[in-house]
């Protein structure tokens, strides 16, 4: 066959045959799939099958996407179904045309399958993989296996390295006026640990830059991006960012609004899927989103607790280690701080309740949670410690920006320069859990409990969730709540509930 004769037959086909798109009502998480008829000439010619990666090209864009076959009449036999969110992405209206077509062929899945065999990757073959995951070349079933590659083998610095900067050179980078840009990221695991709000409060009040990025949830009932989106905006593009930061010094916004890192998102969305969260992964996601907001000098939180994320001391400390050594290889000043992992912070779990938790804080209320509190002054004071100040002053100085109200009147501003501040709801529908006799509270399974605030909805319902009322190491008569579930429907109500009555031990407790 001549050179070209494919293309041409390809176009042929296409001539006789044309296509035209259709909306459909359907949400895909972020997966692009498309659907055609399965008598479809030109899918019937070109030997699509279902779950075949395919080319759209529209209006002089193109878009790869995963082939799902229709068999009644959902769509007509020249039609291709397109999800509404990739509708947007093409500029496409009802009735328009297009083409479908075979992709090229993606040379980077040969290093990804070496990797799961147990090779390691040096930085070239990182960046083609990453770049084309970024641009949506690879399909879910692909970037499960990268995830996996990398899931199962022991970490490697010098790779996790170069997966740092491949990630990074994926995405736009940022750069700001002021020497020295703070940050902080906590490894997660922890229900209710959401510090982020109140820490860069207190770090823009007094007077450091600290643009913050952060991330929906991954596995847990609520991300630092959820939490804020029920208090203000959050997100704004590259632009809006620098106008806030500008203006205010920092910011809270979601890291999937602006393209730093953009293959982080993909791959976070796997791993939701998977529930897997590699170090290497880790590392890699949370340095190069730290180096492509522009950040010089990042704290991290790293709760260690029986049922966080992690599990030991030892554990944290080769995290640690990992991200220290990364973070110095790309230019970034890394201090970590272990925190207690063995309880949930503050009373909420899940965005709303959360929220409500940080703005109490800010606030100097009566009832704040202490926890939640003392917590997010420990890591100010960590950020202020990297700038420079001594340990006692940095402490002393983030009480004092919290006590005298600065924090709470930094954060109000850059809410409204994000565009406006706004109370966080409340759930209709709650339902207590009661102890079943009385007793100490000696432990509460952060897993569990986080299951069944996802359960009742959390975090795509943002009043969804649940409201401790105990801690370890009190004393609880029988009879008296432990904590309340919140949910916006009574179905999803029931489900959490269910959950949480055949699983009792949740909060375990002993005799007095």
């Given amino acids: 066959m001549e050179p070209g004769a494919d293309m041409a037959s390809f176009r042929e086909v296409a001539t006789l045959h044309p296509l035209r798109a259709r909306t459909l009502p359907i949400e895909t998480d972020g997966e692009a799939i498309v659907f055609m008829h399965e008598n479809c000439p030109v899918a019937r010619s070109e030997g699509f099958r279902a779950r075949a990666r395919v080319e759209i090209v529209a209006k002089g864009r193109t878009l790869l996407a995963t082939l799902y076959r229709a068999t009644d009449e959902l769509l007509a036999e020249d039609e291709v179904g397109i999800p509404h969110s990739l509708v947007n992405r093409l ?7 297009l083409t479908v077509r075979h992709p090229q062929s993606l040379s980077s899945l040969s290093d990804v399958r070496a990797k799961l065999y147990g090779h390691r990757l040096a930085e070239p073959s990182l960046r083609a993989i990453i770049s084309d995951i970024a641009s949506g070349r690879y399909s879910d079933v692909e970037i499960a296996a990268f995830v996996s590659g990398f899931a199962a083998q022991p970490v490697d610095a010098e790779e996790t390295t170069a997966l740092t900067r491949a990630m990074l050179a994926a995405g736009d980078w940022m750069q700001w006026s002021a020497d020295r840009v703070m940050d902080k990221h906590c490894v997660g695991g922890l229900p209710g640990n959401r510090t982020t709000p109140i820490v860069v409060a ?4 007094a007077g450091l830059t600290m643009p913050k990025t952060s991330s929906r949830a991954i596995t847990s009932p609520a991300g630092t991006a959820d939490t804020m989106e029920t ?12 106008k806030v930061v500008e203006r205010e010094g920092g910011c809270i916004v979601w890291g999937g609004s602006v393209n730093l890192s953009p293959a982080d998102d993909v791959l976070i969305r796997i791993e939701r899927a998977l529930d897997v969260d590699s170090d290497a992964q880790l590392v890699a996601s949370v340095l190069s989103k730290k180096l492509a907001a522009g950040s010089t000098h990042v704290l991290l939180d790293l709760p260690v607790g029986p049922t966080a994320k992690i599990r030991s001391s030892h554990d944290a400390d080769a995290l640690a280690q990992l991200l220290e050594t990364v973070g110095a290889q790309c230019g970034l000043k890394i201090a970590a701080l272990q925190t207690d992992g063995t309880q949930p912070v503050g009373r909420g779990i899940g965005p709303a309740l959360e929220a ?6 800010l606030r100097n209320e009566d009832n704040a949670p202490a926890d939640l509190r003392e917590r997010a002054l420990a890591l100010a004071a960590g950020i202020l410690e990297l700038e420079g100040a ?3 002053d940095a402490r002393a100085k983030a009480a004092e920006l919290l006590a005298e109200g600065h924090a709470e009147a930094k954060f109000i501003r850059i809410c409204e320069a994000q565009g406006g501040f706004r109370t966080p709801g409340q759930a209709q529908q709650t339902q207590d859990i009661f102890a079943s006799r009385s007793g100490r509270i000696v432990a509460i399974d952060n897993r569990r409990l986080a299951r069944i605030a996802k359960l009742a909805g959390a975090p795509q319902r943002a009043t969804a969730g649940i409201a401790l009322h105990t801690r370890v190491g009190e004393m609880v008569e029988r009879g008296k709540p432990l904590f309340t579930i919140h949910s916006e429907s009574r179905g999803e109500l029931n489900y959490a509930y269910t959950y949480a009555a055949r699983n009792e031990d949740v909060v375990r407790m002993e005799a007095p």
């Fill in 390 to 392: 001594s340990r006692d």
């Fill in 231 to 242: 208090m203000a905006p959050v997100a704004l593009d590259i632009s809006a960012m620098q």
């Fill in 91 to 97: 500029s496409l209206e009802d009735g328009d045309g």
């Fill in 356 to 361: 409500h938790d940080v703005l109490a804080v």
């Fill in 202 to 205: 207190i770090v823009a009040a």
